[in-house]
């Protein structure tokens, strides 16, 4: 069974540039995860969706991320423009469906850095 | 949500040896998971625990749970190098929908 993939893997860019990132979850998996983990704190939960609807965004800071996830399958993050603090790994993960029942899989993350 | 904290912050143990570590919550929850994080796996599910159970084995991995005490600990007995990793729960609510939410983990060390 093939992973939650991500892309790109690593990402550098300077303050106030933008930035994407991809996500394709576990083929079957309605639920899609996004967190941010900044080096040293454990993951923090940035959106999650449900098909292509979303479930929670309440810690994602909307002014300059946007997310989204077309036909329920693939899903993007993007920051514009993006901040220094916004340094840290992006998880994206996927479940079968949502509730605390069922295991999350993680993709690799893409690293980003903000000079 | 509600954040699982994990302690302690940081182990360091010899091969052989058994570690644990331990998950603190604040209210009533459904299940309970753990984690683990290694740079080389990444971000990798270990178990889950229910609310009605109190002990769960998988492996060499043991995990408890008393809801009296909203505590949860994790026993890896017999640890090897290969256990080197952050180790994480995650907790939800037992009303609402499920937000995961992890805590800032336990970093094991296992020297070979």
């Known amino acids: 069974e093939a992973g939650v993939a991500q892309s790109p893997r690593y990402k550098i860019i300077e303050k106030r540039q933008s930035v994407a990132f991809w996500c394709n979850p576990i083929?079957?998996?309605?639920?899609l995860y996004w967190y941010q983990q900044i080096l040293g704190q454990g993951p923090k939960l940035l959106i999650q969706?449900?098909?292509?609807?979303?479930?929670?965004d309440s810690q994602l800071p909307k002014d300059r991320f946007s997310a989204e996830r077309l036909k329920g399958v693939d899903s993007t993050l993007k920051i514009q423009p993006a901040k220094l603090e916004d340094s840290a790994v992006y998880l994206c993960?996927?479940?079968?469906?949502?509730?605390?029942?069922?295991?999350?899989?993680f993709g690799p993350g893409t690293r980003l850095t903000v000079t | 949500s509600q954040q699982g904290e994990e302690d302690p912050q940081a182990l360091s143990i010899q091969e052989g040896e058994n570690a644990t570590m331990n998950c603190s919550y604040k209210?009533?929850?459904?299940?309970l998971q753990w984690y683990r994080q290694n740079s080389g796996r990444g971000l990798v599910h270990l178990i889950l625990?229910?609310?009605?159970?109190r002990e769960k084995h998988s492996g060499r991995l043991r995990v408890t749970l008393d809801t009296s005490k909203k505590s949860s600990s994790l026993l890896i007995t017999a640890s090897r190098a290969a256990d080197t990793a952050s180790y994480f729960c995650?907790?939800?609510?037992?009303?609402?929908?499920?937000?995961?939410?992890f805590g800032r983990g336990t970093s094991l060390i296992v020297h070979p």
């Open positions: 625990i229910r609310s009605n159970e």
């Open positions: 083929s079957g998996h309605a639920t």
């Open positions: 993960a996927s479940s079968f469906t949502s509730g605390s029942s069922y295991e999350q899989y």
């Open positions: 209210t009533s929850i459904n299940n």
């Open positions: 969706f449900q098909n292509n609807g979303v479930v929670d």
């Open positions: 995650a907790t939800d609510d037992e009303g609402g929908s499920y937000i995961p939410t």
